[in-house]
C-alpha cells in the first residue's frame, strides 16, 4: 500500500487503506468476485490500485486487458465520451467507470447480482475517490 502515497505524493497511507478496507467489505458484502481502482492510461496503466479479490492473478489480467478493451470504445465516436460500461458474460457481469482521465473503477459481480449497489458505492465515494487519486 506504501506505493499509493509515493504515487499521490501527500495524500496519507491510512486514506488509502481506509478505502481499501471500505472497498474489500463491500466486495464480501455483495459477493463480488473482484471490485478495483486500477490505471487506465500512463504510469498506471493496468496497476491495480485499490482493489479487494478473490483472485490476484486473475485480476492483474483483467485489469490489463480491459485498458485494450477500452481503446475501441473511447474511438466509436468522435464527440461523445462513454460514461459507463457494461458487459454481459455468460455467467458474470463486469461494469467500469472512469474516475480521472488515468484511472478507473470496476467490478465482476454473477449475473444473479444487480449492478445498481456497484453504481451507488461508486457515486456515494466518487468525489473522495478523485481527491485522493488526483495527481
Known sequence: MGILSKLFGTKSEESFQEMESDLIKFQKKINAEMIAIFGTGGRLKGLP?????????????????LNELLKPV???????????LIINFEDSTLFFKQILTNIGY?????????????????YKRESKLKELLHD
Open 49 to 65: 490500485l485499490i482493489y479487494a479479490t478473490s483472485d490476484d492473478n486473475d485480476l492483474k489480467k483483467i485489469s490489463a486487458r
Open 74 to 84: 473511447n474511438n466509436l465516436s468522435d464527440n461523445r465520451a462513454f460514461r459507463d
Open 106 to 122: 470496476f467490478a465482476i459481480i454473477q449475473n444473479t447480482n444487480s449492478i445498481l449497489p456497484l453504481k451507488q458505492w461508486f
